[in-house]
């Protein structure tokens, strides 16, 4: 596997007379990397990769591609090809003569280009429709033909501008994990534009996410989503709870004041003072809810066996417990009171929005198997809420 780098942006600017489009970013882009560029519309994303293609220029900053500055270089020039949205076929032509149009330009002979060309259709998986016209191929098969029509050129950088848009979401779903596929297969470096988060963690290996023509992080699709640097990207990148507090004790756990209560988190590395305030951010799904009382033991899956019988010390165990006494014992992560708005059933879980104690509102995903709870939780149910430290984390902007 390749290892250097295939796209370098340095301290990149792009204004459009006083509008900043883009606002001095620097990516260092592997070779051989599935590279997105991810941001809601108008972050500037397209513009960057307008940039790397050669159809904008930056007002400031240099682009290397493998190591050269491209300075001004046209498009043509440039070792890269793009895959636009949409498909930019002729309609007149036959899928192979798309397909072979770019070798024609350069003069390749008959010969290679009809070899080049079947390795192109065969690399996307439509050997079969060589001879048909664009308008005869299904919008999945349209795109594959600018995919083999921009591979067939074998450029080094392939730079994709939302290939997948305009398909519908079951298509768009198999089409991500075919993509994903042929890049590994061909082993091209791929960059990558989408505002589909979704789209952006399934198939890159990084992905810098973007606002206002600002990087806000890059990192690995575990690292974006569980490691969140800001709020933007951390509600950006699926759906997240944010607790306001201030920072009453640091540590390896660090605790925040809410109105009456402590709750806990991780401050991930950065440097928090007493006092600051804070955001707890909190994913749905790793906030566990238990209901509040005696209840049959018997049903609890979530509880420990293990952990219980070490806790009632060689005693017998009792028909009911009492989880949030069962817990706190257990662990010394914080446990803290609320009560149940609402519950909303969405199949694979279920939808809790819960009001804390201290005052804040969180939603709890709970996954549906069997019957979590012995007795279904529902609007008005005192709760216990629990999660563990390092899955909140403290942000400060
Ligand atoms: P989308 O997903 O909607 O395409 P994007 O993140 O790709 O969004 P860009 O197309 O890069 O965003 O545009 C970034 C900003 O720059 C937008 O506010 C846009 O209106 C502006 N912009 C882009 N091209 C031009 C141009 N040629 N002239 C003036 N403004 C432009």
Request: with cysteine.
């Amino acid at each position: 596997m390749a290892s250097g780098i295939a796209v370098d942006l340095r301290q990149i600017t792009k204004k459009f007379g006083t509008f900043t489009a883009v606002d001095n970013i620097s990516l260092h882009i592997q070779e051989g990397e599935f590279f997105s560029l991810l941001g809601p519309s108008g972050c500037g994303k397209t513009t960057t990769l307008r940039m790397i293609a050669g159809f904008e220029l930056p007002t400031s900053g240099e682009i290397y591609l493998h190591g050269d500055p491209v300075g001004q270089l046209p498009p043509f020039k440039r070792d890269v090809n793009t895959v636009f949205q949409n498909y930019a076929l002729f309609p007149h032509l036959t899928v192979a003569q798309n397909v072979a149009f770019g070798l024609q330009m350069k003069q390749v002979s008959a010969s290679e280009i009809e070899r080049r060309v079947r390795e192109a259709l065969e690399m996307v998986r439509l050997p079969d429709v060589a001879d048909r016209r664009p308008r005869q191929l299904s919008g999945g098969m349209k795109q594959r033909v600018a995919l083999a029509r921009a591979l067939v050129n074998r450029p080094k950088v392939l730079l994709l501008d939302e290939p997948l848009g305009a398909l519908d979401l079951k298509l768009r779903k198999a089409m991500q994990f075919e993509l994903k596929q042929i890049q590994q297969q061909v082993g091209i470096t791929f960059v990558y534009v989408t505002h589909d988060q979704e789209e952006a963690l399934t198939m890159s290996d990084r992905i810098a996410v973007m606002n206002r023509g600002l990087v806000q992080q890059v990192g690995n699709p575990r690292t974006i989503y569980e490691h969140p640097q800001n709020r933007f990207v951390a509600d950006f990148i699926g759906e997240t709870n944010f607790v306001e507090g201030k920072v009453a004790q640091k540590g390896e756990v660090t605790t925040i004041q809410v109105g009456q209560e402590t709750l806990q988190g991780t401050a991930d590395g950065r440097d928090l003072q007493a006092g600051q305030t804070v955001f707890l951010a909190i994913r749905p799904e790793k906030i566990n809810i238990y209901p509040q009382g005696q209840l049959a033991l018997q049903k609890m899956d979530y509880v420990n066996r293990d952990a219980l019988a070490k806790l009632f010390n060689g005693r017998e165990l009792p028909e009911t417990i009492d989880v949030g006494h069962y817990l706190a014992a257990e662990t010394d992560q914080s446990i803290v009171r609320g009560t149940i708005e609402d519950a909303v059933y969405i199949g694979t879980d279920t939808r809790y929005r819960v009001t804390l104690e201290a005052g804040a509102e969180v939603i709890a995903r709970v996954q549906n198997f069997g019957d979590r709870y012995d007795i279904p939780l529902k609007s008005g149910d005192p709760v216990y809420v629990h999660w563990a430290p390092e899955n909140a984390q403290l942000l400060t902007e």
